[in-house]
């Protein structure tokens, strides 16, 4: 909930106006118009996450590629020194 104090810059009135505009939207639509807003909610949500995930994963294979190359080449540096 938001406090308004006297050094807010918000209008009270808009501020109340607002909170009631979303109850306001979901009465006027259908059952199937909210089942439709919630999926792409969901979708759009999960959506980041996947990119989120995906960026993480490429990271992390970018991390192992290159922890092979080290111990790779430690490998061969005391294969060498044998």
């Known amino acids: 909930m938001i406090k308004l104090t006297a050094m807010s810059p918000k209008n009270a009135a808009a501020v109340a106006l607002g909170r009631k505009g979303g109850q306001a939207r979901a009465k006027k639509l259908t059952s199937e ?5 919630a999926r792409k909610a969901v979708e759009a949500r999960w959506a980041k996450q996947r ?13 192992l590629a290159k922890s092979r190359a ?6 061969k540096q005391k294969r060498a020194t044998s």
């Open 51 to 63: 990119a989120e995930l995906k960026e993480l994963n490429e990271g992390a294979k970018e991390l």
């Open 70 to 75: 080290a111990q790779a080449r430690l490998a």
């Open 33 to 37: 118009e909210r089942s439709d807003s």
